[in-house]
């Protein structure tokens, strides 16, 4: 067992650096935007998304975000309470709500943007540009290679589930 488990070496995996990278960055930028826009964490995310397609509904924006529905219903309360964010009633379905950036958003969306550039930039430093092409190109393979196999998996699995005609 214990050679199997050496033969993973986790902490050299693309996945597991990909992580962490992506996680440092988070973490930077949280703190930098708390600083200067007063939104935290997911808050931002939630201002920029809808600033780049606004009128989502709260399922669209959790899936642009790839948040779970729930865990992203006390940020857009908390979104609302502080005038980031309204509420509208969809006029084809009334029993779900679109979200809307507020005057009070768009006010701050040029220095999240700008903050998020210039992270990027630091992020980049002393990486050649065709470094981070190929990076991008690589993950986004992964990223492809990866849905595809579970999309495979979730439908023979289906397939065995569903009762036969025999």
């Excluded at 509208?88 to 979200?99: E, F, M, V, W, Y």
Aim: glycine letters at 2%.
């Amino acid at each position: 067992m214990r050679d199997k488990l050496k033969s993973l070496d986790y902490k050299n995996s693309v996945a597991f650096i990909s992580r962490n990278a992506s996680k440092a960055l988070e973490k930077a930028l949280d703190a930098e935007l708390l600083h200067t826009s007063g939104l935290s964490g997911t808050k931002w995310k939630v201002v920029i998304a809808l600033a780049i397609r606004n009128g989502l509904s709260q399922k669209e924006l959790a899936d642009f975000l790839s948040l779970d529905t729930s865990s992203l219903v006390p940020v857009i309360d908390r979104l609302e309470q502080d005038r980031f964010v309204t509420r509208k009633p969809d006029p084809k379905d009334r029993r779900n709500n679109r979200i809307f950036v507020t005057k009070k958003s768009e006010s701050i969306v040029d220095s999240v943007v700008d903050s998020i550039l210039n992270l990027r930039k630091i992020a980049y430093r002393n990486i050649p540009a065709q470094d981070i092409e190929t990076t991008k190109k690589v993950l986004g393979k992964m990223i492809e290679n990866t849905e595809s196999f579970a999309l495979q998996k979730k439908y023979r699995n289906s397939k065995k589930k569903s009762p036969t005609n025999d």
